[in-house]
């Protein structure tokens, strides 16, 4: 258990509609990062919020957006979805390192979505 | 970022020395490189990360010659349940943020 969760584990809708995938972080990391996972393109970093401010952006398309709110859980909206979303979207997090680079992300147990 | 390339998929045996090579020949003076697994529908998890030279931790070990132009990911004594999904990858380490490029990555499996 990374200690990332994510909700919901799996989530099925059709073609046009919008869903909210939830991700709360490790206790007292203030990064958040979004990656998808699709068979196709692999995985994928989407964006990057730290301290509730968007911090990178990756390969994100313009119908998804994201934010952190002030308890530091982050939200990840996708609209207007397409067959083509369906895929694992994850969640990682991580602490401001203490003593040189650190590279290592939490990863949750991801939101499986399906567009049908 | 430096491109990575290493083996789509490897066989090994239960105990043996498992050695996964990356190549990143255009690795900048101030890129780290880690090293992630990850399980059939489940998110990567943080293996190593090192600059040069050799890293070890309770896990496995990371060897970087000097040109930095390579690394091996070395996994003693591997068992079933090492079969993942390994990534290598080289991170910039100046620019103050953590985004993870992941390539493709090896397909490690591991046989009774």
């Not at chain 1, 709110?69 to 979805?81: A, C, K, T």
Request: charge should be neutral; include cysteine.
């Amino acid at each position: 258990d990374s200690g990332v969760t994510q909700t919901p584990k799996h989530l099925i809708t059709a073609t046009g509609q919008r869903v909210t995938l939830r991700c709360s972080p490790r206790s007292g990391d203030l990064s958040v990062y979004w990656y998808q996972q699709s068979l196709d393109q692999g995985l994928q970093f989407l964006i990057q919020y730290y301290n509730g401010e968007e911090r990178a952006k990756g390969n994100i398309l313009e119908r998804f957006s994201a934010q952190q709110f002030p308890d530091l859980h982050s939200e990840l909206n996708l609209s207007s979805l397409e067959l083509g979303d369906s895929a694992l979207y994850f969640c990682a997090s991580s602490p401001k390192p203490t003593s040189g680079p650190s590279y290592e992300q939490y990863f949750g147990p991801g939101t499986r979505l399906t567009v049908t | 970022l430096a491109k990575t390339t290493q083996p789509i998929s490897m066989d090994s045996y239960e105990g043996q020395e498992v050695n996964i090579t990356c190549s990143h020949n255009n690795i900048a003076t101030n890129d780290y490189i880690t090293w992630y697994q990850q399980f059939p529908s489940q998110g990567p998890r943080f293996i190593i990360q090192g600059y040069k030279t050799k890293v070890t931790n309770e896990v496995a070990s990371l060897f970087i010659p000097a040109d930095r132009k390579s690394s091996t990911l070395s996994l003693p004594r591997v068992s079933l349940s090492d079969t993942a999904v390994y990534y290598c990858l080289v991170v910039p380490g100046n620019t103050g943020f953590q985004k993870l490029v992941f390539g493709t990555g090896t397909r490690l499996l591991v046989s009774p």
